[in-house]
């Protein structure tokens, strides 16, 4: 029989399935406690839970957490894990350590429906929705787990297109009776899709990263189809009309195609477009995907534009390549390969 998972539910859902078991109201928070303060493995663990609730416990539910099945180490330190998630379909999640932190890059779909041009994982395609249980997998069952100071929502696919298991998992990183992290060590990114961002804006207090790759409507078009019914100036009104504080972050993420978004034009533009909200932009190398045109400008041209963003007002950051050589660097996540059905 199918059982249903404990892990990824929040306090409310675990509520839920105690009244359902007709467990004592405490069970909850004590449930709740041995799934994200503890490190068990298994329902029989959860020792402050009488015998007999744990059996009743064990008929419907399982833990429900599950190791990579596969792990790819770059050069520079980066890995890439492989996760198996429901259907016999796969995700990837990246490990990257730095000096004085490490940061988990977490996967929120299988695939994408976005179709970003200069991304591997939309020409994928959209295989599905990833519950909470398994975006929180990822971070759970990572063999570095204990060092983690940093998550961030840039694996497959778009957070906000599966915005109630996205935010069912910012319930539980961040609830004090869950992993008690600070909003401010997780980082959300989405294309922009006006239908969520304010629902995520009002309910997450976590920082948001916007990816702009280009202030003009067409050009943007071309590198992300959901410019068409969905403009970024509606989603910069949004995000401008937002009472940000102090602490949260919102970024714009900005990666360089030499010879297409790189030019004066684009820096005007951008301080145009970006005038009134108090953000950062992170430029990215562009990764190189097979039958892609695009190229990336030389690092010397990539400090240019930086700097002559600075000198626009717009704080703005190169962000370093880290796990390149695996395909774990940004736009280069994959699984079509696992996810093809199985030959007969
Ligand atoms: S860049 Fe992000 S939103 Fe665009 S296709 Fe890739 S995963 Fe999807």
């Avoid at 957070?159 to 004090?176: A, H, Q, R």
């Amino acid at each position: 029989m199918h059982k249903e998972k404990l892990y990824g539910k929040t306090l409310n859902e675990l509520i839920g399935v105690a009244k359902r078991l007709k467990l004592p109201g405490f069970a909850a928070k004590q449930i709740a406690d041995w799934l994200y303060k503890k490190e068990i493995l298994t329902i029989d663990e959860m020792t402050n839970l009488s015998k007999r609730m744990r059996e009743i416990l064990s008929v419907d539910y399982e833990l429900g957490l599950s190791a990579p099945v596969n792990i790819a180490e770059s050069s520079d330190g980066t890995k890439k894990y492989l996760y198996k998630i429901l259907n016999d379909k796969y995700i990837e999640t990246a490990y990257i350590p730095e000096k004085e932190r490490a940061t988990i890059c977490v996967s929120s779909q299988s695939g994408c429906k976005m179709g970003c041009i200069f991304c591997m994982t939309g020409k994928q395609g959209f295989q599905g929705n990833l519950s909470s249980n398994e975006i929180l997998n990822q971070f759970r069952s990572l063999p570095e787990f204990k060092s983690l100071t940093n998550m961030v929502y840039m694996g497959m696919g778009e957070p906000l297109d599966n915005i109630s298991e996205v935010l069912k998992s910012l319930d539980i990183l961040t609830g004090e009776w869950g992993y008690g992290w600070s909003p401010t060590r997780i980082t959300v990114s989405t294309v922009g899709l006006k239908s969520s961002i304010t629902e995520f804006l009002e309910k997450s207090r976590c920082h948001l990263a916007v990816s702009l790759h280009s202030p003009f409507d067409e050009e943007r078009q071309k590198l992300m189809p959901i410019q068409r019914n969905n403009s970024i100036r509606e989603v910069l009104e949004i995000i401008r009309n937002f009472d940000f504080n102090s602490q949260r972050r919102i970024s714009f993420e900005y990666i360089l195609f030499k010879g297409m978004n790189d030019t004066p034009a684009h820096i005007k533009e951008l301080a145009k477009i970006l005038n009134g909200i108090k953000c950062r932009m992170n430029i990215i190398r562009f990764h190189h995907i097979p039958d892609s045109e695009f190229v990336s400008p030389d690092m010397e041209a990539t400090i240019r534009f930086r700097e002559a963003l600075n000198a626009k007002g717009i704080l703005a950051t190169i962000r370093t390549s880290r796990g390149e050589d695996i395909g774990a660097a940004c736009g280069l996540l994959s699984t079509l390969e696992q996810n093809k059905p199985a030959k007969t």
